[in-house]
């Protein structure tokens, strides 16, 4: 049966925010602030946090910063998902990834239906990973990033999920779906 298993071990993730926009900073970054709250009271780690511009090279540099830090199992990113000519996160990361998670905007795309209906067609929500570095791409509203946790990630990134999570597929944890 798929859920929460209460008996097993949890094994906090280390996870990063990285949040893309031209004009928000850690004064009015709700929505990093939302997934650091959500995270953290989860019993994950808050491995780091930053702001970017809608910069393709800016978001690479952050990204490719923390992939290449062991200390960093998850990235999670807020903003520039969107159709505005400033929303570049795919175009930034898409190809730094080795294996992409189609599933994710499946799933994320069910969920946002319930809460915003067809504007959930003007998400481009999506996941993958690079390196061996999960990165999950969310929309920079409050819902969105709400919806995103509660709905997707809390329940992939908890390592007592069942019938399995991706926290056994983090290097550290492996053993954890064995």
Not at 23 to 43: E, H, I, N, P, Y
Request: glycine fraction near 8%; aromatic fraction near 6%.
């Amino acid at each position: 049966m798929s859920g929460i298993d209460q008996r097993a071990t949890f094994y906090p993730l280390q996870i990063a925010v990285l949040t893309v926009s031209d004009t928000r900073d850690a004064a009015t970054d709700t929505s990093g602030a939302l997934l650091v709250a959500k995270l953290t009271g989860a019993g994950h780690v808050l491995a780091g946090k930053a702001i970017v511009k809608d910069e393709v090279t800016e978001i690479r540099a952050q990204v490719q910063t923390w992939v290449a830090d062991p200390a960093v199992d998850v990235i999670i990113s807020t903003g520039g998902t969107g159709f505005s000519p400033r929303d570049v996160t795919p175009e930034a990361v898409k190809p730094l990834f080795r294996r992409e998670m189609d599933g994710f905007a499946v799933l994320f795309h069910q969920v946002s239906l319930q809460t915003v209906g067809v504007a959930t067609l003007q998400s481009r929500a999506f996941a993958g990973q690079i390196e061996d570095t999960f990165m999950f791409c969310l929309p920079g509203s409050n819902g969105a990033c709400r919806d995103g946790w509660e709905n997707i990630l809390a329940l992939e990134l908890d390592s007592r999920h069942k019938p399995c999570s991706l926290a056994g597929m983090v290097p550290r944890l492996r053993h954890v779906c064995a």
